[in-house]
């Protein structure tokens, strides 16, 4: 095992501890908050987006993808200190707190980063939190479309000695299986909620709420 995956593991096991006290880790880079994108609720997301990415298998994902499944969407990166590897830290104990419920769901980890998230580096880093969330990146100027089309911020932030980190929307989508946004989630909300809005989903689009 390596010292990065040691790292990250540790995290994760920080995180589910964050999930069961509440507290919110609001802090995507050195530069402190970035406020979250609120999309409005009820609209499909990327209607009209004619973008292509790839997920961690190489395979193409595109807007038509997004129908189909109830979807959980988290944003960040790789490299990310903290808040990233919280979030999915999040969303694995989400699967895991749904029990067999939780194979209905996709979780996809989408790149702000994909200079630097290749699919295979995605695919290594979606396994340490579970094997079912799955990496999304792209060629920059794809990945960029994306994510506009989806309304999440990102934007790199220069560090001394030439390297970079990035700054982005830290909140979680929550898309039925028509591809239409349902409701957000943030890692600072009690894991009870956050598996009633995941009922919701699997409840189908016409469900309430």
Same mark, same amino acid.
């Given at each position: 095992? =390596?010292?990065?995956?040691?790292? $990250?593991?540790?995290w994760s096991a920080v995180g589910v501890a964050l999930v069961a006290g509440s507290v919110l880790l609001w802090r995507a880079s050195p530069g402190g908050p *970035? @406020?979250? =994108?609120r999309p409005d609720p009820g609209r499909p997301l990327a209607e009209g987006s004619r973008w292509q $990415?790839?997920?961690e298998r190489n395979q193409p994902f595109t807007p038509a993808d997004l129908p189909g499944r109830p979807t959980v969407m988290v944003f960040g990166f790789t490299q990310c200190p903290d808040v990233c590897p919280t979030s999915l830290s999040y969303v694995a104990n989400l699967l895991r707190s749904l029990g067999p419920r939780g194979e209905a769901i996709r979780p996809l980890f989408? =790149? *702000?980063?994909?200079?630097?998230?290749? @699919?295979?580096v995605m695919a290594d880093y979606t396994d340490l939190f579970d094997p079912r969330i799955h990496g999304v990146t792209g060629a920059p100027d794809q990945m960029a479309a994306a994510l506009k089309s989806l309304g999440i911020f990102s934007r790199k932030v220069p560090q001394d000695g030439g390297g970079y980190t990035m700054?982005?929307?830290?909140t979680i989508l929550l898309l039925d299986s028509s591809g239409r946004l349902r409701s957000t989630l943030d890692i600072h909300e009690e894991a009870e909620a956050? *598996?009633?809005? *995941?009922?919701?989903? $699997?409840? %189908? @689009?016409g469900? @309430? %709420?």
């Open positions: 095992m =390596t010292l990065r995956h040691l790292r $990250l593991i540790l *970035v @406020p979250a =994108t $990415l790839l997920d989408l =790149t *702000v980063d994909p200079e630097r998230d290749t @699919p295979a700054d982005h929307s830290a956050a *598996v009633r809005k *995941v009922e919701r989903l $699997l409840a %189908g @689009p469900a @309430p %709420g």
